[in-house]
């Protein structure tokens, strides 16, 4: 395992009487990408917020344990909190530009800090807007709102204010639930980009997207971490029943196929829009089963499936060419 970058020891959370976190113990790897799955309500975004502390702001809540970021104890009262925070960037579930132009969401943070000079500045906010995958979409009007961007471009836009005070850690609370199928996999993109530089921690309840974007995972269920370990062997052979039980609910169903497509030959996006078709005319809750020997139709067919509201029940490949998507319709 590479070297630690978070250390968790022990971690209990409790909101009133709610028992939250239940002695967690972990290490987050630096510079790899730590996926924090498990279902509604198991403590994910709990667990975030105490790396950062945001959970200082929730009333009623207590917490005991040891979390240590480059082995300094963050619950240390000596310990400055603004430090801690420039050390972590957040990337929430919606997109919060501030409302002021693209240019100045990138360059208030660096600015708070005391970058002034604004050649500076604009080199900053340029190399920003270029590693979060911005810059060609925005270099022509930079001093537009923020506002007048579409969802997707505001979450890359989050995301490069956040690497403007050079963070050293990236937490991500869900961040393409909120996004169409191509902007999701903008983000994505860009996380696995960074990983080269930055240690990602990312809740997601979207298991294909732990599968295509984490190299260690932990697995929350009902305030406890069940499961913990290097992605590829927590997806193919979990060690827990329950997360074995988690990612077969998720793959593995044994359903009844309704009716089955097949695609290959085609290149995404056909692929997708003949299962959309097939969709159309099929009963909700109704399965298809799409054939695709196309590599980014797997990724892309059940992300726009998920996008339009349908569920993704496995993703198997069948042989060394093929794959089969199987979705049950939504709506
Ligand atoms: N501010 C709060 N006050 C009281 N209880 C809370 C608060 N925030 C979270 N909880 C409770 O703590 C537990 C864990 O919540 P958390 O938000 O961490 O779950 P999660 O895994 O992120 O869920 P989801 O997938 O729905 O976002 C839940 O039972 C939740 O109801
Ligand atoms: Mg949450």
Known sequence: MPETHISI????????????????????????????????????STMLKCMNRLIDLTDGVRYTGKIQIDNEDIFDKKTDLIDIRKKLGLLAQKPTPLPMSIYENVAYGPRIHGMKKKSILDEKVQKCLITAGLWDEVKDRLDSPASRLSIGQQQRLCLARGLAVEPEIILCDEPTSALDPVSSQHIEEQLLKLRDDYTIVIVTHNIHQAIRLADYVIHLYLGEMVEHGPADEVFENPKDERTRAYINGTFLADVKIDKVINTKGNQCPYNFVYAKQALHDMKTGETLKIIVDDPTAVTEVPRGMEADGHEVLNVKQTNKTDWEIVIKKKK
């Open 9 to 44: 020891h022990d971690l209990n959370v409790y909101y009133s009487g709610n028992h939250a976190l239940k002695n967690i113990s972990v290490e987050i790897p630096r510079k790899q990408i730590t996926a924090i799955i498990g279902p509604s309500g198991c403590g994910k």
